[in-house]
């Protein structure tokens, strides 16, 4: 397990680095990337259906209510 710097995670992925979106941590284990971060549901939907990412979540939650979460994929950095 590796931790990445979180300004590298916003330099690789700008759409994670924009207002509303808090990046708290980042760890790759072989090919995976975990990126732990705190966010409205509405732009967590957005991440995971336009961006690959993968997260367990209750999509019935308001868009607007805040959360902490992880999210993950597999891909190199």
């Given at each position: 397990m590796e931790v990445i710097d979180?300004?590298?995670i916003k330099e690789?992925?700008?759409y994670l680095n924009?207002?509303?979106?808090s990046v708290e941590s980042a760890m790759r284990h072989?090919?995976?990337i975990c990126i732990t971060l705190s966010l409205a549901v509405g732009k967590l939907i957005e991440i995971v259906d336009n961006y690959d990412w993968q997260c367990?979540?209750?999509?019935g939650i308001d868009e607007n209510t805040e959360v902490f979460t992880?999210?993950?994929?597999?891909?190199?950095?």
């Amino acid at each position: 397990m590796e931790v990445i710097d979180v300004n590298t995670i916003k330099e690789k992925y700008p759409y994670l680095n924009q207002p509303g979106i808090s990046v708290e941590s980042a760890m790759r284990h072989e090919d995976t990337i975990c990126i732990t971060l705190s966010l409205a549901v509405g732009k967590l939907i957005e991440i995971v259906d336009n961006y690959d990412w993968q997260c367990v979540f209750d999509r019935g939650i308001d868009e607007n209510t805040e959360v902490f979460t992880c999210i993950a994929k597999k891909e190199k950095i």
